[in-house]
């Protein structure tokens, strides 16, 4: 009798597998039938991103570099303020928190790596994570959405920023951030 009950488990086992195709613990596929349909949207955001170095409380350090003046290296943490407007004290509706990185031996050129955070209305508690080269003597750079979190998992899309305030003797500076999203 345990015989066969182990065989008819066995065999059981073995035509479900056939059914769902699965590529062991690590991975499965999900069938359509199974996954929620939804519609995407493609949503614009506009706001100030305050990249702060000077004061009693930077919200960007170094944390690596060398000590020649060719910035080529160096390397910042942030937790910068996101705001609806260009002034400091507009409020604020997230924070960009990350690193960023002179990756470009002859040109200011950034590796930036970061999540925008948002803690205001519909999307508050999702993040965008933004993985891409920022060359930020160009007048609007172009970065991409590569993911994100909360309401934006799968997104997809691309930030368009442009400086509008910078002071070179701190190197605060603020930037103006578009981001277009497509997300669920």
Do not use: C
Not at 57 to 62: E, F, H, M, R, V
């Amino acid at each position: 009798m345990t015989s066969l009950i182990k065989n008819t488990l066995t065999l059981t086992f073995y035509f479900i597998s056939l059914l769902h195709p699965s590529n062991g613990a690590f991975s499965e596929e999900i069938s359509e039938a199974i996954s929620m349909k939804r519609m995407e949207k493609t949503t614009r955001f506009h706001f100030f991103f305050h990249d702060i170095h000077s004061g009693k409380s930077p919200s960007a350090i170094k944390i690596a570099g060398t000590p020649d003046s060719s910035l080529f290296g160096d390397t910042f943490m942030m937790d910068n303020t996101l705001t609806e407007h260009q002034e400091g004290t507009s409020k604020v509706v997230g924070k960009a928190q990350g690193m960023y990185a002179f990756a470009a031996k002859n040109e200011a050129a950034l590796l930036m790596v970061l999540n925008l955070e948002f803690t205001q209305g519909e999307f508050n508690g999702s993040s965008l994570s933004v993985l891409g080269r920022n060359p930020v003597m160009v007048d609007v750079r172009e970065m991409p959405i590569a993911g994100g979190s909360g309401r934006f998992r799968y997104a997809s899309g691309y930030a368009l920023v442009h400086t509008v305030w910078f002071e070179p003797k701190t190197g605060d500076a603020i930037a103006e951030y578009n981001v277009y999203v497509k997300h669920y």
